[in-house]
Nanobody, 127 residues
Framework: QVQLVESGGGLVQAGGSLRISCTVS????????MGWFRQAPGKDREFVSA????????MYADSVKGRFTISRDNAKMTTHLQMNSLKPDDTAVYFC????????????????????WGQGTQVTVSS
């Protein structure tokens, strides 16, 4: 059974940094895409960042470009999201998701294509 577990969320002041991580267990994927999405109270889930292993390409939402960096540890089936210069608007529950196989680059930001999801980790940025 595939499971995704997020960790590293917490409370940080505006301008600070956090790194959240997501580890996949229960399966080993050789070709996959992994994405981060977030959902703030009263808002829809939105795309944050993603990568795909086929060509190591990455994608970022405009709202986080230059502040967030996605990385991965293939051997551990883990992805990290380094979040710098955090803003109160970044406050949300952050979810990781995995697509097993080769995903079209243009679909990386579409939440409905991902096969597996984690339970989420809360990130709160105080002003």
């Amino acid at each position: 059974q595939v499971q995704l577990v997020e960790s590293g969320g917490g409370l940080v002041q505006a301008g600070g940094s956090l790194r959240i991580s997501c580890t996949v267990s229960g399966a080993t994927f050789t070709d996959y895409s992994m994405g981060w999405f977030r959902q703030a109270p009263g808002k829809d889930r939105e795309f944050v960042s993603a990568f795909r292993t086929s060509d190591r390409s990455t994608m970022y939402a405009d709202s986080v470009k230059g502040r967030f960096t996605i990385s991965r540890d293939n051997a551990k089936m883990t992805t990290h999201l380094q979040m710098n210069s955090l803003k109160p608007d970044d406050t949300a529950v952050y979810f990781c998701a995995v697509y097993r196989g080769r995903l079209n680059y243009g679909s990386l930001d579409r939440s409905n294509v991902y096969n597996y999801w984690g339970q989420g980790t809360q990130v709160t940025v105080s002003s």
